[in-house]
Protein backbone atom coordinates (compact mmCIF):
# COMPACT_ATOMS: atom_id res chain seq x y z
CA UNK A 1 0.00 0.00 0.00
CA UNK A 2 1.38 3.51 -0.92
CA UNK A 3 1.93 6.21 1.67
CA UNK A 4 0.55 9.45 0.55
CA UNK A 5 2.18 12.46 1.55
CA UNK A 6 0.26 15.24 3.53
CA UNK A 7 0.79 17.55 1.05
CA UNK A 8 -0.62 14.92 -1.80
CA UNK A 9 -4.05 15.42 -0.66
CA UNK A 10 -4.04 18.89 -1.03
CA UNK A 11 -3.58 18.95 -4.84
CA UNK A 12 -6.61 19.64 -6.97
CA UNK A 13 -4.90 17.30 -9.97
CA UNK A 14 -1.62 15.44 -11.37
CA UNK A 15 0.81 18.30 -13.00
CA UNK A 16 1.30 18.06 -16.19
CA UNK A 17 4.39 18.21 -17.68
CA UNK A 18 5.94 21.26 -18.80
CA UNK A 19 8.22 24.11 -17.62
CA UNK A 20 9.83 23.85 -13.75
CA UNK A 21 7.16 25.23 -11.24
CA UNK A 22 8.20 28.86 -9.41
CA UNK A 23 8.81 30.72 -12.99
CA UNK A 24 6.48 32.73 -14.79
CA UNK A 25 4.68 30.98 -17.96
CA UNK A 26 2.91 33.29 -20.43
CA UNK A 27 0.03 32.32 -23.55
CA UNK A 28 -1.22 34.35 -25.65
CA UNK A 29 -4.88 33.75 -26.49
CA UNK A 30 -7.02 34.81 -29.37
CA UNK A 31 -10.05 37.44 -28.19
CA UNK A 32 -12.87 35.70 -28.92
CA UNK A 33 -15.89 34.13 -26.62
CA UNK A 34 -14.37 31.01 -25.67
CA UNK A 35 -10.94 32.81 -24.58
CA UNK A 36 -12.30 33.15 -21.09
CA UNK A 37 -12.99 29.21 -20.56
CA UNK A 38 -9.27 28.69 -22.62
CA UNK A 39 -7.91 30.99 -19.57
CA UNK A 40 -9.07 29.17 -17.06
CA UNK A 41 -7.74 25.98 -18.40
CA UNK A 42 -4.66 27.27 -18.73
CA UNK A 43 -4.20 28.95 -15.54
CA UNK A 44 -5.38 25.65 -13.90
CA UNK A 45 -3.10 23.81 -15.44
CA UNK A 46 -0.08 25.60 -14.50
CA UNK A 47 -1.18 26.06 -10.80
CA UNK A 48 -1.21 22.25 -10.33
CA UNK A 49 2.64 22.49 -11.33
CA UNK A 50 2.82 24.52 -7.93
CA UNK A 51 4.90 23.59 -5.09
CA UNK A 52 3.63 23.63 -2.54
CA UNK A 53 0.74 23.08 -3.98
CA UNK A 54 -2.42 25.67 -3.62
CA UNK A 55 -5.50 24.47 -1.95
CA UNK A 56 -8.33 23.74 -4.35
CA UNK A 57 -9.97 27.34 -3.11
CA UNK A 58 -6.69 29.23 -3.90
CA UNK A 59 -6.97 27.43 -7.27
CA UNK A 60 -10.15 28.16 -7.54
CA UNK A 61 -9.95 31.97 -6.83
CA UNK A 62 -6.98 32.09 -9.15
CA UNK A 63 -9.06 30.85 -12.28
CA UNK A 64 -12.09 32.96 -11.52
CA UNK A 65 -9.54 36.33 -10.92
CA UNK A 66 -8.10 35.10 -14.57
CA UNK A 67 -11.21 34.19 -16.13
CA UNK A 68 -12.87 38.03 -14.86
CA UNK A 69 -9.72 39.34 -16.17
CA UNK A 70 -9.55 37.90 -19.43
CA UNK A 71 -13.44 38.68 -20.16
CA UNK A 72 -12.41 42.66 -19.64
CA UNK A 73 -9.69 42.32 -21.92
CA UNK A 74 -12.53 40.71 -24.31
CA UNK A 75 -14.68 43.15 -23.77
CA UNK A 76 -12.89 46.40 -23.34
CA UNK A 77 -9.09 45.83 -24.16
CA UNK A 78 -9.31 44.47 -27.49
CA UNK A 79 -10.92 44.86 -30.67
CA UNK A 80 -12.01 41.72 -33.47
CA UNK A 81 -9.00 39.77 -34.32
CA UNK A 82 -6.93 41.36 -31.58
CA UNK A 83 -4.88 38.97 -29.09
CA UNK A 84 -4.17 39.03 -25.36
CA UNK A 85 -1.88 37.39 -22.72
CA UNK A 86 -1.79 36.17 -19.44
CA UNK A 87 0.68 35.64 -17.32
CA UNK A 88 0.91 33.27 -14.38
CA UNK A 89 3.74 34.69 -11.95
CA UNK A 90 4.20 32.30 -8.92
CA UNK A 91 6.21 33.63 -5.99
CA UNK A 92 7.22 32.30 -2.58
CA UNK A 93 4.29 34.22 -0.82
CA UNK A 94 1.96 34.95 -3.47
CA UNK A 95 0.64 34.16 -6.83
CA UNK A 96 0.12 36.82 -9.86
CA UNK A 97 -2.22 36.97 -12.62
CA UNK A 98 -1.50 39.07 -15.57
CA UNK A 99 -3.70 39.92 -18.56
CA UNK A 100 -2.04 42.22 -21.15
CA UNK A 101 -4.17 43.99 -23.91
CA UNK A 102 -3.10 46.51 -26.25
CA UNK A 103 -6.05 48.69 -25.22
CA UNK A 104 -4.41 52.01 -22.72
CA UNK A 105 -7.04 52.88 -21.07
CA UNK A 106 -6.89 51.74 -17.49
CA UNK A 107 -9.81 49.94 -15.77
CA UNK A 108 -11.94 51.34 -13.24
CA UNK A 109 -13.64 49.81 -10.21
CA UNK A 110 -17.59 51.12 -10.53
CA UNK A 111 -20.43 51.13 -8.06
CA UNK A 112 -22.53 48.30 -7.71
CA UNK A 113 -26.00 48.19 -10.11
CA UNK A 114 -28.51 45.72 -9.67
CA UNK A 115 -29.48 47.47 -13.19
CA UNK A 116 -26.57 46.75 -15.46
CA UNK A 117 -25.45 43.22 -16.70
CA UNK A 118 -21.65 44.29 -16.29
CA UNK A 119 -19.35 45.80 -14.64
CA UNK A 120 -18.79 43.23 -11.53
CA UNK A 121 -15.99 41.55 -12.57
CA UNK A 122 -13.37 44.23 -10.59
CA UNK A 123 -15.95 43.63 -7.47
CA UNK A 124 -15.02 39.69 -8.06
CA UNK A 125 -11.43 40.22 -8.66
CA UNK A 126 -11.23 42.94 -5.33
CA UNK A 127 -12.82 40.24 -3.04
CA UNK A 128 -10.83 37.42 -4.00
CA UNK A 129 -7.06 39.58 -4.58
CA UNK A 130 -5.06 40.25 -1.95
CA UNK A 131 -4.54 43.19 -4.20
CA UNK A 132 -4.67 44.18 -7.23
CA UNK A 133 -3.97 47.50 -10.03
CA UNK A 134 -3.45 48.10 -13.60
CA UNK A 135 -0.10 49.49 -15.18
CA UNK A 136 0.24 50.81 -18.50
CA UNK A 137 2.81 48.77 -20.76
CA UNK A 138 4.36 50.05 -24.19
CA UNK A 139 1.52 48.90 -26.76
CA UNK A 140 -1.15 48.75 -23.89
CA UNK A 141 -1.67 47.63 -20.17
CA UNK A 142 -1.30 45.12 -17.64
CA UNK A 143 -3.82 44.23 -15.41
CA UNK A 144 -2.84 42.10 -12.29
CA UNK A 145 -4.07 40.92 -9.15
CA UNK A 146 -2.38 38.63 -6.43
CA UNK A 147 -3.28 36.22 -3.85
CA UNK A 148 -1.68 35.16 -1.22
CA UNK A 149 -0.24 31.50 -0.34
Not at 25 to 45: H, I, L, Q
Not at 116 to 128: E, F, K, S, Y
Amino acid sequence: MAHMQPDALRKCSDPPPGPPPGLPVRKVFRSDPEAAGKVRRFVREQLAKEEPALTCEQVDNLCLIASELATNAIRYGTEPGDSFAVVVLPTPDEVRIEVWDPVRRLPRLRNDSDERARGRGLHIVDRLAARWNATERPFGKAVWAEVAR
